[in-house]
Structure formats: C-alpha cells, structure tokens
C-alpha cells in the first residue's frame, strides 16, 4: 500500500523567513513524487516533481529515499506563496493512481 | 487551451436526488481521475480510466458511478445523494502513468 504524509495541517511563517513543508511517503517500489499548490480561488495544480529537480517559484523538493521524504522548502517565504500543499505520489504499476497526503495549509504573514 | 473543465461550479442537492458531473479534456489524455476533497482531508480517489471504455474503482466509490464512452469525456454520476456526498469534487488527467495530473476548477457539492 502506499500512503503519504504529511504532518502539518497549518504552518505561519513570517515574509522573508525560510520554510519547509514535510512529506514522509511509504512505497514499496519506485515511487514518483510530485508537490502540487491550490492558491485561493484557483484549481490544484503542479509545484514541482522530484524527477525533474528543478526549482520553481523559489521552492525546491529533495527526495530521500533513506528517510522516505520529500520535503519542499523555500528559503524566503513571500506573501503570495500563501497557499494549500499537496503532497502526492504516484507508482509505476497501478495505473497513474496518486496518493495525496491532507495537505498543509500556508500562511506567510507580512 | 482550455485543458480540464468541470460543470457545475456548484450544486446544491436534495437528500435522494442525483445529479451528473461533466468533466472533459481537450488534451488527449487516457488516464482520468474523479477525486473527492473533504475539509481538512486529502483527494480521495473516486473512480479512475486509463483509457475509452475501461473504469475502475478508487478508495471510496460507493454511491457514485463513472462512464468512459470518449477519451474527452469522463462524467460522475450520483445516485441518491447522502449528506455525506457534500464535498469538492475534482476532475483530473495525465497523458502517461506518472506524468503529472492536470485538474479541473472543481465542482462544490452540498447535500441537504
């Protein structure tokens, strides 16, 4: 079974502060993960994914296998990555079926 | 490119009544999802399709049924709705089995 999680509902940091979102995954294969962000008002869409290790909006994801996570951090919060994050990972054989762990929701006080 | 598009926006719903939510892509892709987002919980997965013709069920599917006559189209039926219907609904899709999901506006569903 696959399963991820993510620890905190609610994180608040202050603008210019650094922040990290935790991820902790469980697959017994080769998992794919990706962040995903829902800003208010808008529809989920894709942050970032581990295979392509590139950072988008300043956030970057390192997956640790040994640790089984996949945190996003960002070293400089801004008030506009206010936000939901989804975690989620997705498996090579059961169809592209992906598992979101409850989400954290983001709040970078000015 | 209008990519996912999900009708309604919202609907409001009689305990025993049923209602279809439209979702269709534009962007030819096989594998479509049906999620339900529930406050402060993750996407459940509903139904799923990896291509025309071919359904199958998710983590939570009781009460709900999906068809996949077209590539572009992927519609979620309720029947008989329950309070416990009320939630978000989301459509999605991805063109390969771990590409990344493309997700629809989401349709806002109570039941009363």
């Known amino acids: 079974a696959q399963r991820v999680t993510q620890p905190e509902k609610l994180l608040s940091v202050f603008k210019g502060a650094p922040v990290e979102l935790k991820c902790n995954y469980s697959y017994s294969g080769s998992p794919e993960l990706f962040w995903y962000v829902q800003y208010s008002r808008q529809r989920l869409q894709l942050l970032l994914r581990?295979?392509s290790r590139e950072s988008i909006k300043g956030f970057t994801a390192d997956l640790n296998k040994g640790e089984t996570s996949f945190h996003l951090k960002k070293p400089f919060a801004q008030e506009e990555d206010s936000a939901m994050y989804y975690c989620a990972l997705s498996g090579r054989t059961n169809a592209g079926k992906s598992t979101f762990g409850d989400g954290t929701t983001l709040t970078v006080k000015p | 490119n209008a990519g996912v598009t999900q009708t309604p926006k919202f609907r409001i719903l009689k305990i025993g009544q049923s209602m279809t939510l439209q979702c269709t892509q534009d962007?030819?892709?096989?594998?479509m999802y049906w999620y339900r987002q529930d406050p402060g919980m993750g996407l459940k997965l509903i139904y799923y399709s990896v291509g025309a013709g071919i359904t199958d069920k998710g983590e939570v599917p009781n009460g709900y049924n999906v068809s996949r006559s077209t590539t572009e189209d992927f519609p979620l039926r309720l029947e008989l709705a329950a309070p416990s219907q009320t939630s978000v609904y989301f459509c999605?899709?991805?063109?390969?089995?771990?590409?990344?999901?493309?997700f629809g506006n989401g349709t806002r569903l109570t039941v009363t």
């Open positions: 999605a899709s991805r063109d390969r089995d771990n590409s990344p999901l493309h």
């Open positions: 962007m030819n892709h096989n594998y």
């Open positions: 581990h295979i």
